[in-house]
């Protein structure tokens, strides 16, 4: 069956640092992957897309990247700053299992001053 | 422009008992979707609208579950009977066209059974 994996673990690093989320998946061949950050009580809210044709995007200080044949999406935040603690989720858009969204189950980063 | 609304914001019943949500989606949107987020998990999709049809319902459990889209812009999510298990945040979700872009999400439901 389709499985998409982030990890389960939160991660914790410092202000100023680059934190690094990972997304894997199996069973599945996702036309396009995106990022959602989620806060405590609100819904998710959109950061970036990547298509299966791209490698790697930017957006100010956010950067993922799409590896098809790893099965693996990396998102960075450059500069992390105790505001970017939050959960973000890993959401596929496929070409197998119909065109409904798969999301991950989310990684919390907590970034500390 | 306004986001995705959603109400009541919070709902407390007992199970068997019956309850409704709604959403209203971004205005022009023609796509919506209801979303369950259980605690620690991701959202799943339990239905999707285009327009006022239904795209995908396959994991909405229909023996208990039933959403509609009036006239393609509201919709409600009915639970009835409610579960323990269908404690969940539901989540409302609106889209400009078909799909394969980015989603707005409402703040969402939390649903307690006891």
């Known amino acids: 069956s389709q499985k998409i994996e982030q990890n389960s673990e939160a991660l914790n690093i410092q202000e100023g640092k680059t934190a690094t989320l990972t997304c894997n998946y199996t069973?599945?061949?996702?036309?396009?992957l995106q990022w959602y950050r989620q806060d405590p009580g609100r819904g998710p809210v959109f950061l970036l897309l990547i298509r299966e044709n791209e490698k790697e995007k930017r957006k100010e200080r956010l950067k993922v990247t799409f590896d098809t044949t790893l099965k693996q999406s990396l998102f960075h935040i450059t500069a992390s700053q105790p505001a970017d603690s939050a959960t973000y989720l890993c959401?596929?858009?496929?070409?197998?299992?119909?065109?409904?969204?798969?999301f991950g189950a989310g990684t919390r980063l907590f970034v500390k001053a | 422009e306004a986001g995705v609304a959603q109400s009541p914001r919070y709902k407390i019943i007992e199970k068997r008992q019956s309850v409704a949500f709604w959403c209203n989606p971004i205005s022009g949107h023609a796509t919506l979707y209801w979303y369950q987020q259980i605690l620690g998990q991701g959202p799943k999709l339990l239905i999707q609208?285009?327009?006022?049809?239904?795209?995908?319902d396959s994991q909405l459990p229909k023996d208990r579950f039933s959403a509609e889209r009036l006239k393609g812009v509201d919709s409600t999510l009915k639970i009835q009977p409610a579960k323990l298990e269908d404690s969940a945040v539901y989540l409302c979700?609106?889209?400009?066209?078909?799909?394969?872009?980015?989603?707005?999400f409402g703040p969402g439901t939390r649903l307690l059974v006891l």
């Open positions: 069973n599945y061949s996702p036309a396009y």
């Open positions: 609208f285009q327009n006022n049809g239904v795209v995908d």
């Open positions: 959401a596929l858009d496929g070409n197998t299992g119909g065109f409904k969204t798969i």
């Open positions: 979700a609106s889209s400009l066209t078909s799909g394969r872009e980015t989603q707005y």
